[in-house]
Nanobody, 122 residues
């Protein structure tokens, strides 16, 4: 089992940047692929980015490709989401999640953090 805690959310103007962090507990971090998802008010949870257990493979939603970068640090048991050129439509609660398999589908992910709010003003 793994527990996830996100941080780094906040309020930023359009065009700005934020870096989200997700710290994982335990010594099993390397067994999991990690994903970032987001949910805006009144909308379904959507995939943002995912990274394989080794960090060698990454997936991105088309809406964030070229602007967001997912990475992981096994020594720190942490996964990051660097978000650049933020847009108002990026406003949402961002969640990190862990899964045994790399996937864009949130139903595959077994473990979830509590979420961190990102608000982008126009």
């Amino acid at each position: 089992q793994v527990q996830l805690v996100e941080s780094g959310g906040g309020y930023v103007q359009a065009g700005g940047s934020l870096r989200l962090s997700c710290a994982a507990s335990g010594r099993t971090f390397g067994r999991y692929a990690m994903g970032w998802f987001r949910q805006a008010p009144g909308k379904e949870r959507e995939f943002v980015a995912a990274i394989s257990r080794s960090g060698g493979t990454t997936y991105y939603a088309d809406s964030v490709k070229g602007r967001f970068t997912i990475s992981r640090d096994s020594a720190e048991n942490t996964v990051y989401l660097q978000m650049n050129s933020l847009k108002p439509e990026d406003t949402a609660v961002y969640y990190c999640a862990a899964s045994a398999a790399l996937s864009r589908d949130y139903v595959i992910y077994n473990y979830w953090g509590q979420g961190t709010q990102v608000t982008v003003s126009s």
